[in-house]
């Protein structure tokens, strides 16, 4: 599969703004979305390959993005990547269920952040 | 508590993932910079370099006061850096007007465009001047304050140069006047002359068709001259070869080759010397009458032979001729005329000497006749014939025993000597003979003769083999021996009888003993007999029988006295 558009979803605007600098430089093409309905809102409309998706979201949280984005046939092929400082197993689980297809826990380095992008290319 | 602890938790984190990308970010730019400096520091050497090495003076200038300059600019103006930086512009003129001027122009220059150039003869520090050209800008457009850049380029040379050319250009000018003034008039030549040359090129295009048939013409007559010289050579080594050949021949042949003109000797090949014993050269060049006997013989020869040499080309004959030491010899002359006429009388003479064959062929001739005189008078018969019987030659002895008339009516009627041999038998034995042993001698055998006429020959014959041994034919000499045949079988008869008659003499002789031993006993028995006895008649009939007996004895002794004489 090949990646060429990511969604970077987080309300911390020193993350999104870090990993959009960081993923524009690898010649990426970044969206960024601050809160969960802007998030729902760019993914039908960009229609990324990757989303980077923080769970915890302003107006409507990862899980429930996920949750919405996976069910819709629309966006149900969209890899999801849910990065969160939630790291409770539970918490994880939720994450998992919800459809995402890996769960990070912060911190993460951006280096691995990028090796999960490019594990889903090689895909 | 838990649930704090949980929240606090995600709290930490999410503050550590700010960190750790801002310590990323930090390490990234860090990474950056050290690249950044090092490229700085890359230029800053090259910039060292290049300032270090430029001939041109570079120096920075700020508030009229030298802040830095490079060695180019110290040498240019004769001062040393320490000496320059920090010391005022004004060093640079001669009086404050001149830098009121030049910084009129540097900063009227400034506020329109952002660079300034201009030249000046500056004040060097022995006190001469220095043109120089000066470029100069701000260092910081947006800032005046920063001072101002100048790069300064002593031109003196340049100045020199330019007034050279200066001076050089005004030559050139009144040069290029005179060229002018040279090239009107040229150009009226040129005018003229172009007139000529079409004439001339008229011509030239009417000389060169001219010289190109004139070429044409050269080259086939040299074609034709090449082709004669290599025919010519051609001939000339022919030619080269003929004489090569005729002097092989000359020198082969064993005779003397004299070629004559007008009776005089022209060539002689080196045969001369043996046959006349003269050397080639002491013939050239003189009459031949030194070959001849006679000054007769000589002008006789001419006569004959010229004669005859006008209406044909070649001409034999013998004739006597006398060598250099005086000897006599007979020469066989074979002449030829050299070409279709008699003009100069040029021929060419073969001499042969043929004084021996001519002795031996006289000699030949008088054996030849004894010997023909011999075949023709014998009394013997001589015979040649073929294998295969035929007659090759006869004598007339022969042709005499044959009882033929002619030797041809003997060839004629005899096609195979072997037939003529009575008995067959005997011509096998010949044959046999004559194979084996290559001859036979006092070999007899009847022959048939003319009209079936039988007579006893005696035969001596040989074979005559060739090289390769095959019999050629046989001679022989044939002896009529019938006579003495008939002698020989009437002397054998005679003493047949002779031991015929010796033999009955002898024979009687013993009868007669015989019978006159019966007689006695008879006339014994007889004695004391008279004719009444029984035995009388028979013993008076053995008396007469005895009687008879005896005249029978008697007549067969007389017959054998008589045979000894009695040979019919």
Known sequence: MEVKKILVVDDETTISSYLQKKLTKLGYTVHVANDGEDAIEQSFAVLPDII???????????????RRLKTDGRTKHISIIMLSAKAQSFEIRQGLEAGADKYLCKPVSFPDILKEIQAFETK | MATDNIKKGEQQRRMLQEYIFNLEDAQEKAGELAVAHEKLKRSQDFLTAVIGSTTHGICLVKNHTFIWCNNAFTDILGWNQEDMIGRKTSILFHDDEEHTDIDRIIYDNSRKDRTVTFEYDFLHKDGHRVSCMVKGRPQDEHDLSKGYVFSVTDFTDLKNTETALKDSYKDLEGRTNDLLKTNMELSREIKEHKKTEDKLNKY???LEELVMKRTTELKQTNKKLQQEISERRQQEEALNKLEEMESSILSAIPHAVIGLKERITIFANDSVEDVFGWEPEELIGKSTRTLYRTDEDYEQLGINLYKVLAKQKVHNLEVPCRRKDGRDIICRLNVSRIGTSLTDKQIVVMYEDITDIKRVENALRESEEKYRNIFENTLEGILQAAPDGRILSANPAL?????AASFYELVNE??????????????????????EQGMVKDFEAQLYCKDKDVCWVSINA????????????????????????KLESQLFQSQKM??????????????????????????????NLNNSHPNYEKLKSIEELVKSGADLTKQLLGFARAAVFDVK
């Not at chain 2, 005899?414 to 194979?435: A, I, N, T, Y």
């Open chain 2, 399 to 403: 042709v005499r025993l044959y009882k």
């Open chain 2, 204 to 206: 030239r295009g009417h």
């Open chain 2, 462 to 485: 040989r074979s005559v083999l060739d090289e390769s041994g095959k019999i050629v034919f046989y001679e022989g000499t044939l002896q009529d021996i019938s006579e003495h045949k």
């Open chain 2, 498 to 527: 002779e031991a015929i008659g010796t033999l009955a003499g002898g024979v009687a002789h013993d009868i007669n003993n015989i019978l006159m031993g019966i007689q006695g006993y008879a006339s014994l028995a007889l004695f």
């Open chain 1, 52 to 66: 980077l998706l923080d769970v915890k979201l302003p107006k409507l949280d990862g899980i429930e993005v996920c």
């Open chain 2, 414 to 435: 005899v096609k195979d000597f072997g037939k003529l041999f009575v008995d067959l038998m005997r011509c096998e034995e010949f044959k046999r003979l004559l194979v």
